[in-house]
């Protein structure tokens, strides 16, 4: 049996429950007696002291020399400041984390399983690259478009499969409810359906490089696939050693965004088509937004990952450090795109959609640096760098399509005379 004893003062205890007096249902499920709490409905105090108890999971209340069986289902004790322990110390919410979790439903931790914002990953790069053979070369097949877009996101799903199947195996994802594995209950199933994606996505792939007749294409995308590999499968598992993140960033930017630009074009136009700076700036920017996306989902497994000795880089460095990465990144976003614009390596126009995500910037900064020790919170980063990510590849595309658009316009005007 574990007890905490703890004092609720006159001074600060009532007055603050006056405060949360209005939003008590959002704190307790059910109906609680009031014999369970230390004040009457007048607000007068029942007794100086009270105990909570936790028996076989449950949580119990004893006030004065009567003790109270109730069971208390606190969804939200980190509202309540004004409950002090006789430590001197708040009484933590992380006790309760395990009924919290309980209350969340199998739709939510089948909705946190699919991940289907992860999946701009795959959009983006294909996006943009895309955008930069029609500004090169005024080339576009939306046949092959859809057709590595379904690819990819196969691909994205064998990621995603078997990093749950492998994190099953190593015991980070013992805790996490949402794991595919934890869910279906079955690691061979899982590891199967993986690596079925896996070969469909790399058949659409092989497709569209024999129909371009650009075999390159496909020795990037290769490259892109051997860096998810290593990232996480054995023996290499290179993200417990902190190299997730640079791996990310060449998969994702230089290797997919390059093969993609490759991809949308013709035998005898890109075949032999070089590689030009557009094309090359525009992949080192997606390359930061996506890893950017990698390192802020860690923020909230800190503990986990140092407990099987997957020393991510925010393991290293800490969740202060890592809120301080986090706003240097972003402003180095920011400031190659100004960089790339100014020497003409990427148009005006990309420029000017781009800085529109300035705000989505700011948010996903100033969110890390105020939720980067509260896990209840900063999970969510992770969804506001794929915004972020989402919208700054859009808008990096669509500007690419906006300059071609508007060069063709001013260019095929008639001369008059």
Request: hydrophobic share 45%; with cysteine; proline share 3%.
């Given at each position: 049996m574990a007890a905490t004893s703890c004092n609720l003062t006159h001074a600060s205890g009532l007055k603050k429950l006056n405060e949360h007096h209005l939003h008590m249902k959002s704190y307790f499920k059910g109906k609680i007696p009031s014999t369970l709490l230390p004040f009457s409905s007048t607000g007068k105090m029942k007794s100086s002291k009270f105990k909570v108890e936790a028996v076989n999971g449950n949580w119990f209340c004893e006030t004065g020399l009567k003790r109270n069986r109730g069971l208390l289902q606190v969804q939200r004790l980190d509202q309540y400041p004004f409950v002090a322990c006789a430590s001197g110390a708040e009484l933590s919410s992380s006790s309760f984390e395990d009924h919290e979790e309980e209350d969340v439903s199998k739709e939510i931790l089948i909705w946190r399983a699919i991940k289907l914002p992860i999946y701009s990953v795959a959009f983006v790069p294909l996006t943009v690259g895309s955008a930069a053979a029609y500004l090169?070369?005024?080339?576009?097949?939306?046949?092959?478009?859809?057709?590595?877009?379904?690819?990819?996101?196969?691909?994205?799903?064998?990621?995603?499969?078997?990093?749950?199947?492998?994190?099953?195996?190593?015991?980070?994802?013992?805790n996490k409810k949402e794991s595919v594995v934890n869910l279906v209950g079955s690691r061979t199933g899982t590891f199967i359906a993986?690596?079925?994606?896996?070969?469909?996505?790399?058949?659409?792939?092989?497709?569209?490089?024999?129909?371009?007749?650009?075999?390159?294409?496909?020795?990037?995308?290769?490259?892109?696939?051997?860096?998810?590999?290593?990232?996480?499968?054995?023996?290499?598992?290179?993200?417990?050693?902190?190299?997730?993140?640079?791996?990310?960033?060449?998969?994702?930017?230089?290797?997919?965004?390059?093969?993609?630009?490759?991809?949308?074009?013709?035998?005898?136009?890109?075949?032999?088509?070089?590689?030009?700076?557009t094309v090359l700036s525009?992949?080192?920017?997606?390359?930061?937004?996506?890893?950017?996306i990698l390192f802020c989902s860690h923020f909230h497994q800190v503990e986990g990952d140092k407990e099987v000795g997957k020393m991510s880089p925010l393991v290293r460095l800490g969740t202060n450090r890592g809120a301080e990465v986090v706003q240097v990144v972003v402003l180095m976003l920011y400031?190659?795109?100004?960089?790339?614009?100014?020497?003409?390596?990427?148009?005006?126009?990309?420029?000017?959609?781009?800085?529109?995500?300035?705000?989505?910037?700011?948010?996903?900064?100033r969110f890390v640096q105020e939720n980067h020790k509260d896990k209840s919170k900063i999970f969510m980063a992770k969804y506001f760098c794929v915004r972020l990510h989402a919208l700054f590849g859009t808008a990096l595309a669509f500007g690419m399509v906006l300059a071609r658009v508007v060069n063709t316009t001013f260019t095929s005007r008639p001369i008059l005379s």
């Amino acid at each position: 049996m574990a007890a905490t004893s703890c004092n609720l003062t006159h001074a600060s205890g009532l007055k603050k429950l006056n405060e949360h007096h209005l939003h008590m249902k959002s704190y307790f499920k059910g109906k609680i007696p009031s014999t369970l709490l230390p004040f009457s409905s007048t607000g007068k105090m029942k007794s100086s002291k009270f105990k909570v108890e936790a028996v076989n999971g449950n949580w119990f209340c004893e006030t004065g020399l009567k003790r109270n069986r109730g069971l208390l289902q606190v969804q939200r004790l980190d509202q309540y400041p004004f409950v002090a322990c006789a430590s001197g110390a708040e009484l933590s919410s992380s006790s309760f984390e395990d009924h919290e979790e309980e209350d969340v439903s199998k739709e939510i931790l089948i909705w946190r399983a699919i991940k289907l914002p992860i999946y701009s990953v795959a959009f983006v790069p294909l996006t943009v690259g895309s955008a930069a053979a029609y500004l090169q070369a005024g080339i576009f097949s939306a046949r092959r478009y859809f057709v590595l877009l379904a690819s990819s996101v196969l691909v994205i799903t064998w990621l995603n499969l078997s990093n749950d199947v492998y994190d099953f195996d190593t015991g980070v994802d013992k805790n996490k409810k949402e794991s595919v594995v934890n869910l279906v209950g079955s690691r061979t199933g899982t590891f199967i359906a993986a690596y079925s994606c896996l070969a469909l996505g790399f058949v659409g792939l092989a497709w569209a490089a024999v129909v371009a007749g650009n075999m390159r294409s496909m020795l990037f995308l290769s490259c892109a696939i051997i860096c998810g590999y290593i990232y996480q499968c054995p023996p290499f598992r290179l993200s417990y050693q902190g190299l997730g993140e640079p791996l990310c960033f060449a998969a994702f930017g230089p290797f997919a965004t390059s093969a993609f630009y490759l991809l949308q074009g013709s035998a005898s136009v890109m075949n032999y088509f070089p590689l030009s700076g557009t094309v090359l700036s525009a992949s080192i920017l997606v390359g930061f937004t996506t890893s950017l996306i990698l390192f802020c989902s860690h923020f909230h497994q800190v503990e986990g990952d140092k407990e099987v000795g997957k020393m991510s880089p925010l393991v290293r460095l800490g969740t202060n450090r890592g809120a301080e990465v986090v706003q240097v990144v972003v402003l180095m976003l920011y400031a190659l795109l100004f960089t790339f614009g100014l020497s003409k390596a990427l148009p005006l126009t990309c420029i000017l959609l781009c800085t529109l995500t300035l705000p989505m910037g700011n948010l996903v900064v100033r969110f890390v640096q105020e939720n980067h020790k509260d896990k209840s919170k900063i999970f969510m980063a992770k969804y506001f760098c794929v915004r972020l990510h989402a919208l700054f590849g859009t808008a990096l595309a669509f500007g690419m399509v906006l300059a071609r658009v508007v060069n063709t316009t001013f260019t095929s005007r008639p001369i008059l005379s």
